[in-house]
């Protein structure tokens, strides 16, 4: 499909991947956020965490994924993938921590309300880049004072105070390829049940899980992007639903 895509000029100018007011990706886009050689645009992954919360709610019973359910009786209501606490979480963070978006790149942070802790799930290999864990992951651990008031602030205290919280590393893979965080951050959002992740990942198939990821938003039901017919025939299954910004 991304060599369709590269090969024809009308589908580098078409909207492929709509999603309301909050991203749009022409197939130009989409060739630069999917290239095997360079990092590509993050904020794919917002559609991202919409496409997969989708999934957990529509899929939930058959999902092997992360069970949120304290999370999901908060903010979330059945058929919708955002309540408007959630959106107003999601804005106040925004705003809070927009400065921070280069240093928790490649990282996840799991707030588990279970045990108590906040898992982190990075993969990068200090090994090669001559370093620790620590040091990097000191300016998170400066932001999570922030995040947990805002979470105070929306929930009007309702959920757990975490910013002090145990901070525990998870053995995940660690990727290859320079700029292959944005598919191994999906694998783990998609795959993460909160012990462990349920899902060989090889380090070495950055490319492969690149394609799937593309392929992942593409076809999306939320994806409103109207699909022209030679690329429609790359589709698996699924289909459209209606969307709306009160959703």
């Not at 090994?127 to 999570?144: D, G, R």
């Not at 660690?174 to 992740?197: C, H, I, R, T, V």
Request: aromatic residues 14%.
């Amino acid at each position: 499909m991304r060599n369709k895509i590269a090969s024809d000029e009308k589908l580098k100018v078409t909207t492929l991947v709509d999603f309301s007011i909050f991203c749009a990706f022409d197939g130009h886009d989409l060739l630069t956020t999917f290239s095997d050689d360079k990092d590509g645009d993050s904020s794919i992954l917002d559609f991202t965490v919409h496409c997969l919360r989708y999934d957990n709610i529509v899929h939930k019973e058959d999902s092997i994924g992360y069970k949120a359910n304290d999370v999901e009786k908060v903010y979330m209501d059945a058929g919708k993938t955002e309540t408007e606490e959630f959106t107003i979480l999601r804005q106040c963070l925004e705003s809070e921590i927009e400065q921070y978006s280069n240093i928790t790149k490649a990282k996840r942070l799991c707030i588990n309300l279970i045990y108590n802790r906040i898992v982190i799930l990075d993969m990068i290999d200090y090994f090669w880049v001559n370093t620790s864990p620590e040091p990097c992951h000191q300016p998170i651990y400066a932001m999570l004072p922030i995040i947990n008031v805002a979470f105070q602030k929306v929930t009007k205290n309702k959920f757990p105070q975490f910013d002090n919280w145990s901070r525990p590393f998870i053995d995940v893979p660690k990727q290859a390829g320079p700029s292959d965080f944005m598919f191994f951050l999906w694998k783990y959002m998609e795959f993460w049940d909160g012990e462990s992740l349920n899902i060989d990942i090889n380090p070495f198939k950055g490319m492969i899980y690149n394609i799937e990821m593309m392929h992942y938003l593409v076809f999306h039901p939320l994806n409103q992007g109207d699909i022209p017919d030679e690329l429609d025939i790359y589709r698996l299954g699924g289909r459209k639903i209606e969307w709306n910004e009160s959703q």
